[in-house]
């Protein structure tokens, strides 16, 4: 299904596989990222087809002028420009990339390069924002009548994660040791209950002081783009330990994100209204207008595609993330990453993690014709999205991770 504001026919491109329907990459994405080719440092491009533009080159032979942004190995150089820069250079790119646009750009074959971590992670929170996965892990542990907290659907829930262990797609993930709860008492052990979490990533392109709150307006406008997600849980390190202050160990084993940051303006056109309220909201946190996108979500396990559902079964907004987590005077910064949390649906096959598809492992599923209940070494985890439009889509690329032993 195409996405209301999706339709009309989509702009080509002179990369030729930019054009086809099934790309990730057409003219109207644009994402941008970091990558690296052989004898040459990282600097930004932009994906377009099955190619790459490399924008340190543009920007030196004056094809763009950011003032020196691209050459860094990080975006958040060009990020700290602001919003009106941002659209500036989105305008040139698709003037420079169109089918009739200058030829003999620098463009780099995506199979000769190396991708790299877009952005320097600032700060990295992870909320709690899907009803469906709130409630469904709420019964598992306390049953239906008291599975969401009372102030669920008042605040968005979230916690301070690490962002040192924020890492690029492709990066292997350790299964961790840690403290389990045991029958006479706490064991130390390797991971048992090893999951996933299907996320979405937002992240803030401004800063604000100190002292100083946000509301939802101005939230939306400091969110520069969006990644693909992947919060490795250990969930039997965080059943043990997340009484009374949350999660801790259990989420500092590392968190995936994919290399392409899809902009809020390529997704502009797939605006969306989330979960239905179950009563008004205080006014910091009303939204004008939608603050969600028709976005195809999912995640694959060794090549099988587990689960599939839509960023816009979500409860809270990442503006709505963003003006909670400022609502206390909490300084926000430019390269701060957002977690939304498990997105997942109502229905088993649209969950965003193994203990909910599982019921917390008391009911396994069969993966590649073996029954399975959380996550094995040597498993592969990859999370994929998109945007459908009218002959485009919008895609995020990979977002992949495996899982290798525990060091004794």
Known sequence: MTAPGATGRAPRSQVAAANDPDCDFPIRNLPYGVFSTEGAAPRCGVA???????????????????????????????????????????????????????????????????LHLPIRVTEFTDFYASKHHAFNVGVLFRGPENAL???????????????????MSGTDIRRPMGQVRGEAGPEWTACRRLDLELEL??????????????????????IFGYVLLNDWSTRDIQAWEYQPLGPFQSKALGTTISPWIVTQAALEPFRSAGAVRDH???????????GFYDLTL?????GQRMAQTN???????SA???????????????????????????????????????????????VN??????????DEVGLFGFAQGDGYRIGFGPCTGRILPARP
């Open 48 to 114: 377009i087809g099955d190619m790459i533009l490399d924008l340190a080159a543009c920007e030196a032979r004056g094809l763009l002028a950011a003032g020196g942004s691209f050459a860094a190995p990080q975006m958040n150089g060009f990020i700290a420009r602001g919003r009106a820069e941002w659209d500036r250079i989105r305008a040139t790119l698709t003037e420079l990339l169109a089918h009739d646009g200058p030829r003999n750009l620098p463009l780099v074959a995506m199979a000769n390069a190396r």
């Open 280 to 290: 008004d909201l205080l006014p910091y946190l009303r939204e004008d207008r939608p």
């Open 369 to 378: 014709g073996q029954p399975r209940t959380f996550l094995e070494d040597g």
């Open 298 to 302: 999912g995640w694959t396990m060794n």
């Open 201 to 222: 990533g937002a992240i803030v392109g401004a800063d604000s002081a100190m002292g100083e709150r946000i509301g939802v307006d101005r939230a939306e406008d400091m």
């Open 149 to 167: 907290p009372p102030q669920w659907t008042h605040m968005p829930i979230g916690y301070n994660g690490r962002a040192s262990s924020v890492v």
């Open 311 to 317: 960023y816009n079964v979500m409860y809270w907004s």
């Open 320 to 366: 709505q993330q963003l003006a909670h987590h400022a609502v206390s005077g909490c300084p926000m910064r430019v390269g701060d990453l957002l977690g939304t949390g498990t997105i997942s649906g109502p229905a088993p096959d649209q969950t965003g993690a193994l203990l909910e598809m599982t019921q917390g492992g008391r009911v396994p599923v069969m």
